[in-house]
């Protein structure tokens, strides 16, 4: 059977997406979803956060959401525990962290792992952890980006994937910077997405490899994978 009959013939990816605020990325999955750039479907909407504004923008789309709150559960294995049988529930391919503010633990990471993603906003390894805008213009740095990467138990630690990069400007601002940078996420997010969905991407022993060649660096958007998660040049150049 062709590549195309084998795909065309494949149920769309079950996706489970992890928020805990606004939601921006998650709706630009969806919108990739709906404009048919990716081949896949949202089973749902699970938020650690009963406020999350994102929830009710997704349950405006007609998605399923789910709240696991964090505040009812007296430690981390209670709650990922309980956030583990929810999304267990929808039987996800894949769980995509958009905006989820919490490090999730081995076990809960063991079960979905290479199948765990996450998008950071900052050219990792550099700047991990919170407020990222701020410290890239206080360091002086010319350049700043996202990266998508694969999840383990250390925050922002895992193999990245791809990146996108964007200019500091001498006059900006945290939020400036962090405006531009997530119109940039929009992009980065559903073109990675489709790539893994295409089978191209795994984790093996921990390295990222691309039909089953070992990648050296993360792929750049624009320069590397284009926005419908097409490799440009093959990708593998690096
Ligand atoms: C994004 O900047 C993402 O990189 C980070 O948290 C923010 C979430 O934004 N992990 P949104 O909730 O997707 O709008």
């Known amino acids: 059977m062709s590549d195309a009959v084998e795909q065309a013939e494949e149920e769309p990816a079950r996706l489970v997406v992890l928020i805990s605020g606004r939601g921006s990325n998650c709706r630009s999955i969806l919108r990739a979803i709906e404009h048919g750039r990716l081949r896949a479907r949202i089973a749902a909407v699970v938020s650690d956060r009963p406020q999350a504004a994102g929830l009710g923008q997704a349950a405006g789309a007609g998605l399923d959401t789910v709240v696991c709150d964090r505040r009812r559960y007296p430690d981390r294995d209670g709650f990922e525990q309980a956030l583990l049988a929810a999304i267990d529930g929808f039987a996800p391919d894949w769980l995509v962290l958009a905006g ?25 390894p550099a700047y991990r952890g919170l407020d990222t805008h701020r410290r ?18 250390r925050l922002d630690a895992g193999p990245v994937i791809s990146q996108a990069r964007i200019a ?56 590397d994978l284009d926005d419908d998660g097409h490799l440009l040049d093959d990708g593998l150049r690096h």
């Open 100 to 124: 989820f503010m919490r490090v999730l633990g081995a076990v809960f990471v063991d079960r979905y792992a290479g199948r765990l993603v996450n998008i950071h906003p900052s050219l990792l």
């Open 136 to 153: 890239v213009i206080e360091a002086g740095e010319r350049e700043h980006g996202a990266s998508v990467h694969f999840v383990i138990p």
């Open 168 to 223: 500091v400007g001498p006059d900006d601002s945290p939020d400036q910077l962090a405006e531009r940078l997530l119109s940039q996420e929009h992009r980065l997010y559903p073109a990675t997405l489709a790539l893994l969905l295409n089978h191209r991407v795994e984790l093996a022993d921990g390295q990222i490899h691309i039909d089953n060649h070992r990648l050296h660096a993360p792929l750049l958007l624009g320069r």
